[in-house]
């Protein structure tokens, strides 16, 4: 699939010495696409699984939650936890993209639901 | 009042997967013909020239520390001289470029129009083709509950009150789908799709204006800042890089 896990996250200069910081905006950008793709892709999946397991109300956006934490977690990973290598602050990994994908969950949690138990 | 309703299994084979597959195919139609579409506008010569000036005074405040004093010092003259300087445009001139450019180039216009159009006609005709087949019956169940208020917006062409809010009708499942896909087609259709409505309003919005506000925002940018040379520190800093490699 296209853009699945795209595992380029390109290195951009950063000084810690004197606190300027320097970076590069295109391999910058390029970082924030990877988030949003991971990240939508995740909650698409994440839809699906909730809606077949039967989640409903609550329970659906707590998982929604985990989802998304989770991929926190693995995108945080990917870049070895020095965040500040690649992204400017660690807010882009954590809650950049969040309600971006509640939609595309909440879209695919309702497919799958109605396919799976209402069938 | 949680009663669960039974509802016909032709309800999912009828309704909602072929919606959402006439909504994928649609959006995918859309990029393609807007791709064809799209009139190979041979670009002003002078807004591409403003547009590399601004990009070239952009860089200099971001990397100002890196070069010394005075090397700054020039180019920051030959930018924001009073004179001749690149980024100063005199008044008369600023105000009624961009306007005038924007409506009387009819090139850009029809390409406003196009891509209105282009938005517009399919999900409107979505709309009236789902109104029109696929009114007056339950078509899913979202699985969260909500108030009441969302009732009369959500159960359109269901006429029962008594019904669990959490059965929509289909006009409701067009909707969630025409947010939900949009996701979908970033992923499929690469970064580039013309599936996203509030992207492209505020593209067209920052068009015309760019010119002369940008650059009197960039003459002042360079105007402020305070030049601090780096490059000093830079023999400590990489001793230390050296030292960590080392050790």
Sequence with gaps: ??????????????????????????????????????????SIIGGVIAGVLGFTSLMGFIFYFLVMAITSVG??????FSVHSYFDSWNRIILDGFLGGLMSFVLFWTFAYDMVHIF | MAEDLVLDTAIRDWVLIPLSVVMVLIGVLRYFVSKLMRSSQTPDLKIVKEGQVIVRARNLRAAANFIPLKAFRARKAYFTNEENGLLHVPKGQA?????????????????????????????????AWVNFFFSGFVAAKIPFPLTQRFRSMLQNGIDLSTVDVSYVSSRSWYFLNLFGLRGLFSLILGEENATDDTQRMMQMSGFGFDPSKSLGAEK?????IQHDWAMPKFEQRAEAVLRKLVS
Aim: glycine share 4%; aromatic share 6%.
């Design chain 2, 220 to 224: 002042d940018g360079l105007d402020i």
């Design chain 1, 75 to 80: 995108l945080a990973a990917k870049a070895g």
């Design chain 2, 95 to 127: 105000a009624s470029n961009p306007q005038a450019q924007m409506f009387s180039d009819p090139n850009m216009a029809m390409d406003m129009m196009k891509k209105n159009l282009s938005m517009i006609i399919p999900q409107t005709l979505t709309f």
């Design chain 1, 1 to 42: 699939m296209a853009g699945h896990d795209d595992s380029s996250v390109s290195e951009k200069k950063s000084n810690d010495i004197s606190d300027l910081p320097t970076f590069n905006v295109e391999n910058m950008q390029s970082n924030m696409k990877v988030i949003y793709y991971s990240r939508t892709f995740m």
